[in-house]
């Protein structure tokens, strides 16, 4: 059966920080907000970088999320404030919402969950919303900040247009728009905002996506420890360099085996069709691929394709001019 979101009386007089989200929304629009719609961050507890190459991975939500005020207009606009001065209002038409990655600035990250459940509902209308946003997620941190944002956003343009979407739908929904940001990123951080249980991490594993509660040893601690140095994931390439180079060893090794590679984009995907173990794959890894770094025109070469196909069809925008150099296991 499907799950939908939760729908909670809170009693603002005992939340502060609901209080003085409402606060600042008066101060804003002048009204009280409708509702509130909250995600939580997360933290991988195993599983690194592997969820985009369609494996299972092993998260928990965290305490600190990203929490919105809300109301709708009808002046047909996305009105964006947030409670961090850092982060500017932002105003749009519903009928006018572009996403520009190469300028990944935080309202873009609200817009990819807008833009993904009005695709997901087939809404050729939208309600204006006027939203406060307050964050708690230390940002590019690693606790997948833009994912609650971008969650969160889903979740108001659900509510604001009284529209029901499963949890599940959301997390794959949520998962798909945040890439209008530019980040490939495998699904993991939107699965967990949604489906996060308190008191249990989360197996989660993928096609179909599914949750399956994994407890923790009573009385367990996790520390969380902030480097404080950040990584802005969409405005820089490192993230989608790792995506692309499991992306083209997938590839190099689907041809080596004989297998149709250009519709395989995903290791475990490759896993399945080659029907190996793990164990196995590793022995594949190992007789395939060689531990020098590979140049471009060594992966057209194999994969019999010009350095343009390359581009258009196997790299991502903002690896297209960052060779593909380093060894492809690590
Ligand atoms: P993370 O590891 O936290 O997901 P990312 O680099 O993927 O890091 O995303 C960080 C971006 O998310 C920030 O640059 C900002 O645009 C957005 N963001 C994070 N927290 C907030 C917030 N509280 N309010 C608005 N935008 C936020
Ligand atoms: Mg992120």
């Not at 499907?2 to 729908?7: F, G, H, I, S, Y």
């Not at 995600?39 to 369609?54: M, Q, S």
């Not at 923790?216 to 950040?230: D, K, R």
Request: aromatic residues 6%; contains cysteine; negative net charge.
């Amino acid at each position: 059966m499907a799950v939908n979101p939760p729908k909670i009386k809170v009693l603002l007089s005992a939340n502060e920080r609901l209080q003085k989200l409402k606060e600042a929304f008066h101060g804003k629009y002048k009204e009280s907000p409708l509702f509130y719609a909250c995600a939580p961050g997360r933290v991988n507890l195993i599983g690194e970088h592997i969820d985009y190459c369609g494996y299972a991975v092993l998260p928990m939500a965290i305490e600190q999320n990203i929490l919105a005020a809300v109301s709708v207009n009808s002046s047909q606009t996305i009105q964006l404030a947030n409670t961090d001065p850092k982060y500017k209002d932002f105003t749009v038409s519903v009928n006018e919402i572009t996403i520009d990655r190469e300028n990944p600035q935080w309202h873009y990250y609200f817009l990819c969950g807008v833009k993904g459940v009005q695709e997901q509902l087939g809404l050729s209308s939208m309600t204006g919303i006027s939203c406060v946003v307050d964050g708690t997620i230390p940002a590019s941190s690693g606790l997948s900040s833009s994912s609650a944002l971008v969650c969160c956003a889903g979740l108001v343009t659900m509510e604001a247009n009284q529209k029901t979407i499963s949890k599940v739908l959301l997390a794959e929904t949520c998962a798909k728009c945040e890439r209008y940001i530019g980040t490939e990123g495998g699904g993991m951080d939107q699965s967990i905002s949604f489906l996060a249980e308190e008191g249990t991490a989360k197996l989660i594993e993928f096609n179909p996506l599914r949750a399956t509660d994994v407890k923790l040893p009573e009385g367990a601690v996790f520390v969380i420890a902030n480097s404080c140095v950040e990584m802005n994931k969409a405005a820089s390439s490192h993230f989608n360099i790792r995506v692309v180079e499991c992306r083209i060893a997938t590839k190099v090794l689907a041809k080596a085996r004989g297998l149709e590679w250009s519709s395989l984009q995903k290791l475990g995907d490759l896993q399945t069709a080659l029907g190996l173990s793990l164990e196995k794959m590793l022995d594949l890894v190992e007789e395939v691929l060689h531990p020098e770094p590979y140049s471009r025109e060594e992966i057209c070469k194999i994969l019999g394709i010009t350095t343009e196909q390359l581009s258009k069809n196997i790299l991502s925008a903002n690896t297209h001019h960052n060779l593909i150099c380093r060894p492809c296991v690590s």
